[in-house]
């Protein structure tokens, strides 16, 4: 559908600068996770738009927000969009996954503003997100932790022990985001390990679970923008997405997993997203 840029939701218009600067930095690097990244950009860009509170001048403003990217394979949008709110230069996306370069192929936070841990083995970052949560409520600070997760790694068995401490504490200011674009490292979910009944699994465990379109900007501020949904309860938003959401050869398809477009899809698919 052809639209204008002034008829988009705003972070829309910044999901569209974070797919772009992805793909050049992956193009770069010869490196992978473009269907990966694409999935999450969208819930990326609203975060950083108008849910996360964060000065970029004081990256560890005791108050801020606490965002982790649990699916560190996703990191190019990460620091993407960090570059866009001026955590660090934008030049420094030029030193993607390169040969000594600040930002590495799966998170880091080693140096780089606004990366609050280092992410990549997966099923790790709820757990962390659970103890930040807990400090933030121990020391009575108003800070909130938002966690993304693949719906590959809620494969991880500590994952769900996670899930089990969050509503234990209470821990109504963490929220865990899916992005459930239905395909993971070597198949689609389904055949691999199936999630279904996913929503059911969550709300068993004590979280306040709601789905939501995770391409629809003003679905996602307006969810985001209401949590916690319940006093004492965590939040987790099961985000429906597609792989490789923004280029059309792209979506739903495996291959971009783990495959870097070749000099002509680069430039089919940077055709396609400055046509946004």
Not at 15 to 33: D, T
Not at 102 to 118: K, Q
Not at 186 to 205: C, H, I, N
Not at 247 to 264: Q, T
Request: net charge negative.
């Amino acid at each position: 559908m052809e639209h204008t840029t002034a008829s988009l939701h705003p972070s829309a218009v910044h999901a569209g600068r974070i797919r772009r600067r992805v793909l050049e930095m992956i193009c770069r690097a010869k490196s992978s996770h473009i269907g990966s990244v694409f999935s999450a950009v969208d819930v990326l860009a609203v975060l950083y738009s108008t849910i996360l509170r964060f000065d970029p001048a004081r990256p560890d403003w005791p108050d801020r927000d606490r965002f982790i990217l649990s699916k560190g394979h996703a990191c190019a949008g990460l620091y993407a969009a960090l570059a866009e709110k001026g955590f660090f230069p934008e030049s420094w996306l030029d030193e993607f996954f390169a040969n000594g370069g600040r930002l590495a192929g799966h998170a880091t936070h080693w140096g780089v503003p606004g990366v609050e841990v280092s992410t990549g083995s997966l099923g790790h970052g709820l757990s962390l997100g659970c103890g930040m949560a807990l400090a933030g409520k121990r020391d009575r600070l108003s800070y909130r932790v938002f966690v993304m997760l693949s719906d590959g790694e809620c494969d991880e068995g500590s994952t769900w022990e996670a899930a089990l401490f969050a509503p234990h504490h209470r821990l109504d200011n963490l929220v865990a985001i899916v992005d459930y674009n239905k395909i993971q490292s070597f198949g689609r979910v389904e055949d691999v390990l199936g999630l279904a009944p996913f929503a059911a699994k969550w709300e068993s465990f004590g979280w306040s679970v709601c789905e939501i379109d995770g391409h629809d900007h003003a679905q996602i501020e307006r969810t985001l923008s209401r949590v916690p949904q319940a006093i004492g309860r965590p939040t987790c938003v099961i985000a429906n997405t597609v792989k490789g959401k923004g280029v059309s050869f792209m979506e739903d398809k495996i291959l971009w997993h783990y495959r870097c477009p070749d000099a002509d899809e680069r430039l089919q698919a940077f055709a396609e997203l400055e046509g946004e």
